[in-house]
């Protein structure tokens, strides 16, 4: 889907309904929005958290818990100090 639009005068841009129905996003959900290569991405904060958890979980063995494993991390800190 392709939608052309014009930039106002303070910079702001309306997303068009259809592109927010296709993603799901509504007022005052938040979007990211990367540079890549030369163009803007816009990504609804979920599906941004979605892809860095995807990108992860590849190198956490299955059933390891990041978070147990970084309180333990944090307690021998902690002893050490």
Do not use: C, T, W
């Not at 106002?8 to 990211?32: H, K, M, N, T, Y």
């Not at 929005?33 to 163009?39: A, F, V, W």
């Amino acid at each position: 889907m392709e939608v052309k639009k014009q930039i106002s005068r303070s910079g702001r841009i309306v997303v068009p309904v259809q592109l927010r129905r296709a993603l799901e996003i509504q007022a005052g959900d938040e979007i990211v929005m990367r540079l890549e290569n030369g163009s803007i991405r816009m990504i609804p904060v979920r599906q941004a958290v979605n892809l860095a958890q995807k990108a992860v979980r590849k190198y956490v063995p299955l059933g390891a818990s990041l978070v147990d494993a970084l309180i333990q991390a944090r307690q021998e800190e902690a002893r050490g100090e």
